[in-house]
């Protein structure tokens, strides 16, 4: 029995990217949290802050710990699956992702540690200062990552000639067309991440009665930034929509389940696409809905699947429903949002037993629609690796065998597993512990707190008081 070797290496990258991606998806927008309430704590003095972002840096050790172990390995498929591709765009990729552990990745590493091990050490200024630059860290990375993945997709700046790219402008190449939407898109994803999860948490706390003071404070933090982020989402969503458009009209295409060019198109509501006959089964469309979010005009036209050869098309269904999937997420974010606006101006936000329950489930939504968002993307992508010069197949190291391709997917899914198993335990340790209470803050702050170097007129008291008291 022969395996495909491209088909695996596609599942594998695939499996691998999306364990990955639902790390750093929740440590960019915990670490804007965290050093909110770093901020919070060093302003005000309320032992309630520094309680909670001990907490939150608990789990956020954990996180940003296992999204390390899983992104490690992204790097090393590039050259093992995909040698041809790694070759051709190493004069872009090469310093986009060095720059990346330069600047992003050694500032995380160096004030994690003061983040984690400092407090009580350094003077609280220094503490905050360091939750303030694993933020920054964490979005200068999110930045790399994504224009060099954005370049993928809208490639510029770049010639090619006998298969290799020749940067021409790196301005242009780092700040490709797609860079901005995907950018934006992907960072107030982080943050409705992070929201999500934080009032999930909170409202678990709340509704078995335990901190509820202090989780009733970041659940109200959380459910403002998601009043504000949720609409500001939808419309970035959007505008990322129409720059996709722009540069991938196929992708839409398969977004929208149009198989034909249209005037007047509809908006797809559901339907079963048949990418074998060219159509769609059982659809429920609203007309002319589609031209008019597309080209701001109801008449306007809007190109089909069948402008490209088969062979060209994506795979329709999953781009199709991953779409709905994460719309469908958004709508019922705005839901929560709007829904806890209306509990606040009674004062039930955190003393309504069915919102509180519904936001303990909403905590996993946002990595769903996060992983929904990359199947549409890269999935819309296909066949091309390098979006309209290099494909799949093209890119594929030539020497790979299928038995090598699922030998090396077996191998990850095992290990990964693991990961993600001795991750999750610790993190309900950490819930189970919750959050420390006053007393233990102080006693963890005095025994950390360094002695003031005895003076020579101190050592000669302490002698004393020994001598005196051995006669």
């Known amino acids: 029995m022969e ?153 510029a700046g770049v010639e090619f000639r006998d298969g290799l790219v020749f940067v021409t402008s790196w301005s242009e190449a780092i700040f490709n067309p797609s860079l901005w939407p995907r950018f934006f898109h992907m960072g107030i994803a982080s943050f409705l991440t992070g929201a999500f999860v934080v009032c999930g948490v909170s409202a678990w706390f709340i509704l078995r009665n335990r901190d509820r003071d202090v989780h009733r404070k970041a659940l109200s933090m959380s459910l403002w930034l998601i009043l504000f982020a949720v609409p500001a989402q939808i419309y970035v969503g959007h505008s990322h929509g129409l720059n996709t458009f722009e540069h991938q009209p196929m992708k839409v295409a398969a977004m929208e389940g149009a198989w034909e060019t249209k005037t007047n198109a509809p908006l797809v509501l559901f339907a079963i696409p048949d990418q074998a006959n060219q159509r769609n089964r059982f659809e429920v469309a609203v007309p002319g809905l589609a031209s008019w979010l597309l080209t701001k005009d109801v008449d306007g036209e809007v190109p089909g699947l069948n402008e490209v050869p088969r062979e060209l098309q994506p795979p329709v269904a999953i781009v199709f429903f991953a779409f709905r999937i994460m719309v469908g997420i958004g709508l019922l974010m705005l839901f929560f949002a709007v829904t806890g606006l209306v509990l606040r101006r009674k004062q039930a936000y955190a003393s309504t037993p069915w919102f509180l329950v519904g936001l303990k489930w909403m905590a996993i939504t946002p990595f769903i629609a996060v992983l929904a968002g990359w199947f549409v993307t890269e999935v819309g992508r296909a066949p091309w690796l390098i979006y309209g010069v290099m494909t799949h197949s093209e890119g594929l190291t030539p020497s790979l065998t299928g038995g090598m391709a699922l030998f090396t997917l077996v191998g990850y899914i095992v ?55 051995k006669a």
């Not at 927008?29 to 302003?43: P, R, V």
């Not at 993600?420 to 006053?438: D, H, I, N, W």
């Open 415 to 469: 290990v990964y597993a693991f990961v993600f198993s001795a991750g999750v335990y610790y993190l309900l340790r950490v819930m189970q512990k919750g959050v420390p209470s006053e007393a233990e803050v102080a006693k963890e702050s005095s025994h950390q707190r360094p002695k003031r170097p005895l003076s020579a007129a101190d050592a000669d008291w302490e002698e004393e008081q020994t001598d005196g008291g």
């Open 3 to 155: 395996f495909d070797p491209l088909l695996l290496s596609r599942i594998q990258f695939a499996f691998v990217v999306s364990f990955h991606a639902i790390f750093p998806v929740f440590t960019i927008g915990l670490a804007a949290f965290i050093a909110l309430l770093e901020g919070l704590s060093f302003k005000t003095g309320d032992p309630k802050w520094g309680r909670l972002s001990r907490f939150w840096v608990q789990v956020f050790a954990v996180v940003f710990g296992m999204g390390v172990v899983s992104g490690i390995v992204m790097a090393f498929q590039f050259g093992t699956n995909w040698s041809i591709f790694s070759y051709s765009a190493a004069n872009f990729l090469g310093p986009v992702l060095s720059y990346e552990v330069v600047t992003a990745f050694f500032l995380e590493a160096a004030f994690l540690g003061v983040l984690l091990f400092g407090r009580g050490k350094v003077p609280q200024g220094v503490h905050f200062f360091s939750a303030v630059m694993v933020a920054v860290g964490t979005m200068i990375s999110s930045f790399w990552i994504l224009s060099a993945n954005s370049w993928m997709h809208t490639p």
